[in-house]
């Protein structure tokens, strides 16, 4: 692998920010070196070659983009952080007369669908409003179709099963989604689907594209891609944006260092805005 000098990761930056308006100055160094590696190595190009195609082509600068960024996700994924989710943070929200959350960086939506599933569960589905967004607009078009391969569905059948295994339950994965073999397909039911709002939003703006007040954020597993003092930026965005009481839930290897720590209860991965 070649080493990319510094001039020309800057330079790769620059040319980004000029013809599309993104900004990834402020990600992780490490990560996004990376990424650009693999995105030479599969367009087999070097980096003149790569500046050349991002300034003359709209659509090949959006693909550029998308690779950047990082698409992780799957129904009930980490297993124990949704039995606390189940356990802790949905009851505490019975009380209200509306419910508002929002997942930010939402990917291909299985974690919005597993959230919407335990609302109902826990009769709170009805006075929820869920928004989700997301920096691609391709994989924001797989949430809102909810249709998933079928090859996945070991892994959310066992995901699901893990974290009720403590609960005493009827629970189902298949009265949440249409599972069909033979078409090699998992789609969301329909009564699910339709309760999200989502829209394409770059976190690195740092606004609340929504404009409301949330009970809930959801960011897992995106942060960790930004450097400090981008991902400190985000955690005051959220911060203003949710409600006092509200909980805001990060990846398992992700945590909110300096002075924003303070404004926060930290349980774990969950915190709580004091």
């Known amino acids: 692998m070649v080493e990319l000098k510094e001039t020309e990761i800057n330079l790769f930056l620059d040319t980004i920010k000029k013809e599309?308006?993104?900004?990834?100055?402020?990600?992780?160094i490490k990560s996004f070196t990376r990424r650009l590696h693999k995105i030479l190595l599969d367009q087999r190009t070097d980096m003149v070659g790569l500046i050349k195609k991002i300034s003359s082509k709209k659509d090949f600068l959006e693909q550029i983009v998308k690779d950047i960024t990082v698409n992780t996700t799957e129904i009930f994924r980490d297993p124990e952080i949704w039995r606390t989710i189940n356990k802790d943070i949905i009851p505490s929200l019975k009380n209200e007369q509306?419910?508002?959350?929002?997942?930010?960086?939402?990917?291909?939506?299985?974690?919005?669908?597993?959230m919407l599933i335990m609302l109902k569960q826990h009769g709170l589905f009805e006075k929820s409003k869920i928004y989700a967004?997301?920096?691609n607009i391709d994989v924001l078009k797989v949430a809102e179709s909810g249709k998933y391969k079928y090859r996945e569905i070991d892994e959310y059948i066992k995901n699901f099963n893990d974290t009720y295994e403590e609960?005493?339950?009827?629970?189902?994965?298949?009265?949440?989604?249409?599972?069909?073999?033979?078409?090699?397909?998992?789609?969301v039911k329909q009564n699910l689907l339709e309760k999200v709002q989502y829209k394409k939003h770059?976190?690195?703006?740092?606004?609340?594209?929504?404009?409301?007040?949330?009970?809930?954020?959801?960011?897992r597993n995106v942060l960790i891609y930004f450097n400090h003092k981008l991902q400190n930026k985000i955690f005051k965005m959220f911060y203003d944006?949710?409600?006092?009481g509200g909980t805001l839930i990060v990846g398992k290897?992700?945590?909110?260092?300096?002075?924003i720590a303070d404004k926060f209860e930290k349980k774990g991965t969950i915190y709580i805005k004091k």
């Open 98 to 114: 509306r419910i508002n959350i929002w997942h930010a960086g939402a990917s291909t939506g299985q974690e919005v669908y597993t």
């Open 241 to 244: 944006s949710l409600f006092t």
């Open 202 to 219: 770059d976190l690195t703006n740092l606004t609340n594209p929504f404009a409301v007040k949330y009970n809930v954020i959801f960011c």
């Open 133 to 135: 967004s997301d920096i």
């Open 167 to 187: 609960t005493e339950n009827n629970y189902n994965i298949n009265d949440y989604f249409k599972i069909s073999r033979n078409r090699n397909l998992i789609r």
């Open 20 to 28: 599309s308006g993104y900004n990834f100055d402020d990600y992780s």
């Open 253 to 259: 290897h992700e945590s909110i260092l300096g002075g």
